[in-house]
């Protein structure tokens, strides 16, 4: 397979003259109607810079050296693998989990993508925190360190203000805990998309013409919900989360050109059911949302999920997007998974080593996986069932056959169940969210 200048190192594929030397981004930006970029002459990256709490700048983490126990160094034959982690809030501390599991099968990534709450752990890990280090912090975390209400913008500009949340909050807990450094200063690649709100085209902080910004802007750009945060602003545009066109990014990972992707889908719900939805415009505005985030996704994961992308979700659908409450299941939700996916998965499980890469310890179950491939069961109640043919039209993997598109054929319009075990499907309710009648019927979720 064709090589992607990506799977070089960041440092290497800087000016040889200048890798010793700091990469120009910018400094702190200000937060009023938006989240402004750096001015020119702003202190590079590298450079100490001072803490929002005037603490010294020795206690703020700095770029380390890659973490052996999570990537390695390449090894000649070793398939490429591109880790995607996926938008969803809190959910994403899934995330942590996966990258355990990551460690204890003994899988290295060569590159990083994140979206949303996936480029904050995406950032982390490629900038050489320890999976310790990283529970620590989210541990830690607190709706108040990132949520504090403009009562000040309400009362002054009322509905003008930009968001409903203080975007200067949230980017200053980025400054403590995110890496200081550019995105030239990582041993492993990492790129996180944002929308451009101008075009409403995408961006991925990173890549070619993209990575002229600090790690702190771009994941504030990838993580800034509508009307929640202030949107950045480069001084051109305005930039907002990634996840409102692409919450989980296969189709720029695809561009990398790896061996293998590990993609980590958060939005995955055991049951298809109503939403508690109230008529209020905070309601109204969050709803829209996820709907537009379901269809968006449920496409890329039509189009672009194959036998070389190990699609890992976990069952963190039923969790609200803020909910800061048990942050040591969520994560343990996301090391069950992977395991389950990765000890499995024809691309991955190959991959797989024996021993717990942090121990050198024998791992029962990991030589020989234990977990067998999962699946969807599906049915259809034939009594709701009105043959409108939607489900085969949302079902990319022929799950279904719609009576009224049988050519030729008559008697009963009623679809038919073509896998009553799905071992294809993506898990994304599709086909049970668009019937009108509630008669689909998925299993095994």
Sequence with gaps: MESSPFFQSSRERLDPESVDGPVEAGADAPGDASIDAPTKDAPSTGAPRSRPDGAADAERPTLAAPAASVRGESEPGRPRVVLVLGG????GMAHIGVLKALRTLGIHYDAVVGTSIGSLIGAMAAGGYSIERMEEIITGIEKQHYFKLNFSKFLLKGTRTPSMYSGRTFRERLE????????GDFDVPFFCNAVRLETGGSVFWGSPGFGDISVVDAVYS?????AIFEP???GSYHYMDGGLVDSLPLRFAKTLRPDVIIAVDLTVKQTMKMPNYKSRWVSTMMRSFEIVEDAVLENALHMHVDYNVALVQPKVGHLSRFDFDDVPHIVEL?????LEVLTSHAATRELVRATDASTGEAVEGLSCPAHPRDYVRVRIDRDACVGCGLCEMVCETDAFWAGIGRAGEEGDPKAT???LSNYECTRDHACARNCPTGAVRLGNL
């Design 88 to 91: 969803g809030g809190m959910r």
């Design 176 to 183: 403590q805990i995110l890496p200081a450094c550019g995105f």
């Design 222 to 226: 990838s993580c800034a919900l509508p």
């Design 232 to 234: 950045y602003h480069d």
């Design 334 to 338: 996301g090391e069950r998974a992977t």
């Design 417 to 419: 169940v073509r896998k």
